[in-house]
């Protein structure tokens, strides 16, 4: 119907241009016939030509790595538009050659002439939000004559749109340069690249010939070549169009259960010579381990876990008092009433130490300015006796009995018999002095202002120091007070 309706538009144009010019003679009537089909065959190919489209051919085979947005040769009714900007009556004409392999010759005899070619409205097959793509447009150009004088430069232009309407394609003011050929030889294939911009989902090629020119055109293929998409291992690589030069940034897709050292998607760059420069590597989740026969991140089962972003570590059974009741576990929990050292997912689970036991044939030294006070290992160390060491804390008697305790010492210690340490720099006055045994799961506080916190852990030990300075040590003066209580039992009795 659309042909048969351009085709009476084609009869009524003639009808108008036969009435409206009785008087020209035969020759302008064959011209204004000319120009009117033109006109209609121009306004029918912005509406059935858009390429990819009509490829009535055989189509040419390409690369798997090239995208083509059109061939010539793919045609059996190449839809060009010549324009004939010098009105001389003599433009680009179809030459000798099969259907789906036609040529397109430039006026070689004009001495003025600049005459365009214009291809059909081009898809460029491709999303509209991406960012700048590539394209490439080769040429075979063929040199008709050997006359030194002839004109063999061919300037190549672009017009992109954004919709496929009846855009003004043939305004020349609108199209922009590609690039210029300068033919040596027949049967040469040139190529020029430009860019489309994101929204310009459409484009015209447009070919302009020179005064002398001797040029044709023999084969024309519009396409972007494309790194085809692929996988290693867990790192899925997109089909993406080489760049036009330097290098691009693209997003790879990390396979189920894996993800980029970053947390987002990998980040690849590609160069313009379509090598891959460099990417991100993807990794199996924690709970997941790298399977290599199927390149997948597998699921740990329960009993198991995995604690760390990687593909070379395995899932692992849960450490002693531990138990992951579900697949996929990252850390197994601790069983109740057991402590892990923070952040080691792979140690085992132990207990607090229990309270350090009193050292009954050496307990304590004073000094005016000191107080040495001396203990026993705890009988529970909790499970990791190798990491056990004591904190001391200190309160004067007499104080806020909301005062925060400070630590004053730290030590490791992994005697079996009695451990002193001295707490130097005392004044004159009754004090109370707390140890404390500890291991890689307990807390270390330097200070401990929760009085709930003070426990039956802690060893409470009341001492007065020496009257004066000259006073020595002595476990036997009369005025040590030692007390072997907990911390409760000493807030009970009002210090």
Sequence with gaps: ??????????????????????????????????????????????????????????????????????????????????????????????????????????????????????????????SSSVNTYPFNVSLVVTVRSTISSCTKLLSVYKYAVNTPSNAVYSDTSRYSIIGNITASSSGVTYY???????????????????????????????????????????????????????????????????????????????????????????????????????????????GKFKSTLSNNETCQTCPLNSMSSQSGAAVCPCNSGYLRPALQPAQDCIQSPSSPQVSFSNSLSVTATSITPCWLPPSNAGGRPESLFYNLYIQKIGTQSNECLTKVKSSYSVTTGPFCLTISSLNSSLYAVYVVAANAATEDPDTVCNVTVINSRYLAIVAQTACNSSAESSTSAAIIITFFVTFAAVMAAGH
């Design 192 to 302: 020029l690249s430009f860019a489309v911009q994101p929204g310009e989902d459409y484009f015209y090629i447009a070919f302009r010939s020179r005064p002398g020119s001797c040029l044709s055109l023999t084969r024309v293929v519009v396409y972007r070549s494309s790194v085809q998409s692929k996988t290693v291992g867990l790192l899925s690589y997109p089909e993406v169009p080489i760049p036009l030069s330097g290098s691009a940034t693209v997003l790879g897709t990390c396979s189920l259960y894996s993800s980029a050292l970053t947390g987002n998607a990998p980040k690849l760059v590609i160069s313009s010579q379509g090598q891959w420069l460099s990417s991100d590597q993807c990794y199996c989740l924690p709970g997941y381990q790298y399977d290599t026969n199927s390149n997948l991140c597998t699921v740990c089962g329960a």
């Design 1 to 126: 119907l659309i042909k048969l309706a351009f085709s009476a538009n084609v009869i009524i144009l003639f009808g108008l241009t036969m009435h409206l010019s009785r008087s020209l003679s035969r020759c302008q009537h064959a011209l204004a016939f000319l120009q009117a089909s033109i006109l209609c065959s121009l306004i029918f190919g912005m509406v059935s030509g858009i390429a990819p489209g009509d490829e009535t051919c055989t189509l040419q085979s390409h690369a798997s790595d090239v995208d083509v947005l059109m061939d010539s040769y793919n045609y059996q009714n190449l839809p060009w538009f010549p324009l004939d900007l010098d009105g001389n009556g003599i433009t680009w004409t179809i030459a000798a050659g099969g259907l789906c392999q036609r040529t397109y010759s430039s006026d070689a005899s004009a001495s003025n002439a600049s005459d365009w070619l214009i291809t059909q409205l081009i898809s460029k097959n491709v």
